[in-house]
């Protein structure tokens, strides 16, 4: 059974029934002219307030009923930058900027988080999140490891936490219109699906330097090994093992979410694990330059994960039977064989990074507390962990096989030992 929580709304409302009625009441105050009373209102804050994060965090001020309340980030320069959008939103200066989460969740005013930090926190940032009474819409990747993303969705079901995963693809509707056609029949018996995602960059050796002013390093580091600074290590997170697991865990969630979707196994993932890829040993940064890795599912479905070539190379296709579906992220444009499933398309001007169904689907659950999202965190946990275990068996180069409920490999313990890491004190699960 969920923790019994009280939201702000629910307090709101006890509150405006026990006292007398001002003689005067805005209409913002009561939900008129458009507006939407304070009791209604979703109150957001952000943790991790870079490119990424606030862009989606102008997509939630432009939805109905938000109010923007606060900022953190382990950067004072970047803390300026998220204050400065909700200011310049509202034309004040009411926006509070933080360095410390834990001093932003303790806020009772604030009903839900939105993190955007990098890869290495989103979990466990989600957890202390969920344990504060906050709902959350965390960016992808919702983990770094197999284990703190158990350890996150058993969380968000003890405290009745409403939790998005940021794969917004699911809400575009080329995306939902190639899950229609797939499951519907209409290239066949699916037999595999393809996946490209771009090729990592290589970072060459650097000397430790000192940490620029205004910047809490340790509390970026966070849980993870600790490292000298180096502008490589913190401006490409993402190439460091600690911190990241390339593009093939960045972009590749994306293409695993979309075949979890389309085939709708959000309560399973592939048994068996494969790949080799080519490494820089001479380079700083850790991921694979280019490589590939195949997941097979119980059924034999197949997902192929290809890194190579550039940005704008990233693709989907499900082969079938009788014919094919493909979807190139950079364009949004969806072909297919027979050519007569196009005719079925109906063409919408949101493309894949358009968040704002997604976000809408996230509000409407905190408003109405239902934990099944369109991304929720069972579904958001099993497709990221497909993508864990294609780097683990591509940096093994070793077959793996995986049981969907133990979440154990049982064939290779060194691999298995790989799916959990631990955490640098004070930090815990």
């Keep these: 059974m969920p923790e019994p929580r009280i939201s702000r709304r629910a307090a709101l409302k006890g509150a405006i029934g ?45 939805q109905k009923g938000v109010q923007w309340l606060a900022v953190c980030d382990a950067r004072r320069e970047r803390q300026a930058i998220g204050k400065n959008i909700a200011d310049k939103f509202y034309g004040n200066t009411d ?22 930090t990098g890869s290495h926190w989103h979990a466990l940032a989600s957890i202390y999140a969920a344990k504060a009474g906050k709902d959350v819409y965390s960016e992808k990747p919702c983990t770094l490891t197999v284990a703190e993303g158990r350890a996150m969705v058993e969380t968000m079901k003890r405290y009745g936490t409403v939790y998005q995963a940021g794969h917004q693809r699911r809400s575009v509707d080329s995306f939902r219109f190639m899950a229609e056609v797939v499951r519907k029949g ?10 490209q995602v771009w090729e990592n960059p290589s970072f060459g050796p650097e000397v430790p330097q000192p940490v620029p002013p205004g910047f809490d390093y ?30 093939m865990l960045d972009m590749g969630v994306h293409w695993t979410d979309t075949a979890q979707f389309v085939r709708q196994t959000d309560h399973t993932v592939p048994v068996e694990y494969e790949g080799q890829a080519e490494f820089n040993r001479e380079a700083a940064s850790e991921t694979p330059i280019r490589g590939q890795w195949t997941a097979t599912y119980a059924d034999g479905v197949q997902l192929i994960m290809a890194q190579r070539g550039g940005f704008d190379d990233r693709y989907i296709r499900f082969e079938g039977t009788e014919g094919w579906i493909q979807l190139v992220d950079g364009t949004n444009a969806v072909t297919a064989q027979p050519a007569s499933i196009m005719k079925l398309r109906s063409i919408s001007g949101k493309g894949w990074g358009d968040p704002g169904d997604h976000v809408r689907n996230f509000l409407d659950a905190v408003k109405s507390r239902n934990p099944r999202t369109t991304c929720h965190p069972e579904s958001a946990h099993r497709t990221t962990l497909i993508c864990h275990l294609g780097n683990i068996a591509i940096r093994l180069g070793r077959k793996l096989r995986f049981d969907p409920i133990s979440e154990r490999i049982t064939n290779d313990a060194e691999g298995d030992a790989m799916l959990s890491r631990p955490l640098r004190a004070p930090w815990h699960l």
């Design 218 to 247: 340790d509390r970026w580091l966070g849980w993870t090994p600790w490292h000298p600074y180096t502008n490589s290590r913190v401006r490409g997170w993402s190439y460091f093992w600690d911190t990241g697991g390339g593009m």
């Design 95 to 116: 926006c509070a900027t933080y360095g410390d989460f834990h001093e932003m969740f303790a806020r009772p005013d604030i009903d839900a988080v939105l993190i955007a």
């Design 18 to 62: 026990a006292v007398a009625a001002p003689l005067v009441v805005p209409a913002s105050s009561l939900g008129l002219a458009g507006s939407v009373a304070p009791s209604e209102r979703v109150t957001m804050s952000i943790l991790g307030a870079g490119n990424r994060g606030t862009d989606v965090m102008q997509h939630f001020l432009r």
């Design 186 to 195: 209409m290239i066949g018996r699916l037999q595999r699906v393809i996946m």
